[in-house]
Each structure stands twice: as C-alpha cells, then as structure tokens.
C-alpha cells in the first residue's frame, strides 16, 4: 500500500523567509502526490498534484513541490512566507484498493509563521 | 459552482438521538467521500461513494449509516453515537474514481459533539 510521511510536526518560520515542508512517500507504483491546506475549522484546500505529467508542480498562493523518485520525495516550497499562510499542510497519496482508490494523508505539518 | 456545501456547520446531540449530516455538490462529480477527523489528526476514510454507489466501507461501525440518493447529494445518518465519535467531519468529491489524478474539493466540514 503506498503511504507518506512528513517529517515536521511543526515549521516555524519569519515572514518573507523562504519555506520548505518535508514529505516522503512509499509507493509500488508511480505515484499521484498531493499537497492541501487546512485552515483552523475549515475543510482542506488542494494546494497542488503531481500526476506524472512535469516534476516540477506550481500551485495556488505561490507554493510549488518537486517529485524526486530517486529521493522517493515531494517537498513543498515557497520563496516567501506570509502571514496567512499559517496553517496545517497535509501531504498526500492516491492508494488502490478493493472498490477504487482513496487518498491517504500525511500527519500534518502545522506552519507557523513569525512577525 | 465549484464547492461542497455541509450542514449544519455545528451539532451537538446526545447519546440517545438521530442526526442526519449532509452534503451537496453541483460540480458533476461522480465520487463522494466521507472523512473523519480528530482534532490535531488527519483526515480517517470512512466511506467512498462511487456513481451513488457504495465501493468503500472502511469498517465503520453501524450507527454510522451513509446515503446518496442521487449524484449531488451525500447524507451521513447518526444514531446512538458515543462521545469518542465526536469530530469533525468532512465530506469531500472528486472526478474520477477516489480523485485519482485531480484531488478532492472538500466542504468546510461539520463540528459534532456527542454529550
């Protein structure tokens, strides 16, 4: 079964300083990745996908990731942090199953970002 | 219209009650998910619908009973729920089977709390 992993519970960062979130996946097959925001008691937000198509995925607010297979990664970046972009960022993988397919999150990684 | 609309946004029910949760989309997804999620946690799959059938049932109990009763609308029926049910709940739907390839459009998801 294919599963990821992030590997910050928690990033803190200054405004306008750059950011990187962690995640690994495990996958037995070329993978569908994906990365969603969360903010505090709201639904989640899909940032950006990977589907095989570039390496390199651009998203919304700025943010981009890039699929390594040789690292088996998918980070997700930004060149500049803003305040409102403090939120849960979950990591995330498209599974087969018996019936279809599902997607499995990541434990999250909670942003901080400092005046 | 690109949204997945829940309510009610908040219930609070007792150990005794039947409660209905429900959700609607109008983007023409074929695929309609229920999530669970616990404070500080990520999103747990309880069930995929697929065409407005049943496909997935990750082994939730039985006072957890699902519905579509047409393409746009999921129901989540509660009865006799137990105070560790208490979460937020989130309904999501996505082209294709499980999002494979596009992700999901989460609604903002419904607070219960079992007293």
């Known amino acids: 079964a294919q599963s990821v992993t992030q590997l910050d519970s928690q990033v803190p960062v200054f405004e306008e300083a750059p950011v990187e979130l962690r995640c690994n996946y495990s996958?037995?097959?070329?993978?569908?990745l994906f990365w969603y925001v969360q903010y505090p008691n709201q639904g989640l937000q899909l940032l950006l996908k990977?589907?095989?198509?570039?390496?390199l995925v651009k998203g919304i607010n700025g943010f981009e990731a890039e699929f390594k297979k040789s690292e088996t990664s998918f980070h997700l970046t930004k060149p500049s942090a803003h305040m409102s972009d403090a939120a849960e960022y979950f990591c995330?993988?498209?599974?087969?199953?018996?019936?279809?397919?599902?997607?499995?999150f990541g434990a999250g990684t909670r942003l901080f970002v400092k005046a | 219209d690109t949204e997945v609309t829940q309510t009610p946004k908040h219930l609070v029910m007792g150990m005794t009650n039947k409660k209905s949760l429900k959700c609607e989309q109008h983007?023409?997804?074929?695929?309609m998910y229920w999530y669970k999620q616990k404070a500080k946690k990520p999103p747990e799959l309880m069930f995929v619908?697929?065409?407005?059938?049943?496909?997935i049932n990750e082994s939730v109990p039985s006072r957890f009973s699902p519905e579509c009763p047409n393409s746009s609308l999921l129901n989540l029926h509660l009865h006799a729920l137990q105070p560790e049910d208490s979460a937020l709940y989130l309904c999501?739907?996505?082209?294709?089977?499980?999002?494979?390839?596009?992700?999901?459009?989460f609604g903002s998801g419904t607070r219960l709390t079992v007293v």
């Open positions: 999501a739907s996505s082209q294709g089977r499980g999002g494979i390839g596009y992700g999901y459009t």
């Open positions: 996958s037995s097959v070329p993978p569908y």
């Open positions: 990977y589907t095989s198509a570039a390496t």
């Open positions: 995330a993988v498209s599974d087969p199953m018996v019936g279809g397919f599902k997607t499995i």
């Open positions: 983007m023409g997804h074929r695929a």
């Open positions: 619908y697929s065409y407005e059938k049943l496909s």
